[in-house]
């Protein structure tokens, strides 16, 4: 009970944070890719996101969008090599 008491003062907490584009980096099923969200900076640093988008490193191929419950909307981008 006290755990989801303080992921919901947690949400709470990001509802009034300046969001910015965020991304990180992702493998599936063996293909490079990159994900990148609209989050707080806070957020970020719990998933170990950096900020910016996916073309920042050269994943431009669209492969969809998802949804992160309590969190957010995800875009997935592939690419061929990191730079």
Known sequence: MFKKLCK??????????DKKLHYIRATVGGEKGC?????SDSMAE????TRGSC??????????????PFCCEITGY?????I
């Open 55 to 68: 073309s920042d490193i050269n994943c431009v191929v669209y492969k969809g969008r998802g949804k992160l």
């Open 35 to 39: 994900v990148e969200a609209t989050i």
């Open 78 to 82: 592939s690419c061929n090599e990191y």
């Open 46 to 49: 719990r998933f170990k996101a």
């Open 8 to 17: 919901f003062i947690f949400l709470l907490s990001q509802v009034n944070d």
